[in-house]
């Protein structure tokens, strides 16, 4: 598995929790960088790419990135802002990925927040 996380703190969290748990660093590698600033040197396959973006949604270098570079055959994502998840959407859509499954997860009761979590699928797959 490998993270890539810009916050330096929220690394330093995963590699601890990694060490408490006992996983290696072999089987969990963290990045501290900038998504779009990592994409270039990710050279293996994954499985799955998981993608919490910020409110404002994936940058488009990250859309192109993950969708049209990686090509992974599943994609999870996890959005904040249902306007800028249906936004990313239609843009992950044109590379060839369909939604399989959306739920919503309501983690802040009594607000008009709500998070929402995406199973994408290259079609095909």
């Known amino acids: 598995m490998t993270a890539v996380e810009e916050s330096r703190d929220a690394v330093q969290d995963g590699e ?22 990592a994409l270039h040197r990710l050279r293996h396959r994954f499985d799955v790419v998981i993608v919490d973006p910020p409110r404002a949604g994936c940058s488009a270098q990250v859309i192109t990135g993950v969708f049209s570079g990686l090509q992974p055959p599943w994609a999870v994502y996890i959005s904040c802002n249902p306007e800028a998840l249906a936004r990313d959407s239609r843009e992950i859509a044109r590379r060839g990925y369909e939604i399989a499954s959306v739920q919503p997860v309501d983690m802040f009761p009594h607000t008009a927040h709500v998070e929402t979590v995406a199973v994408l699928r290259r079609r095909g797959q």
């Open 16 to 37: 601890a929790s990694r060490r408490l748990n006992g996983i290696s660093a072999d089987q969990c590698q963290f990045v501290a960088r900038r998504v779009e600033d």
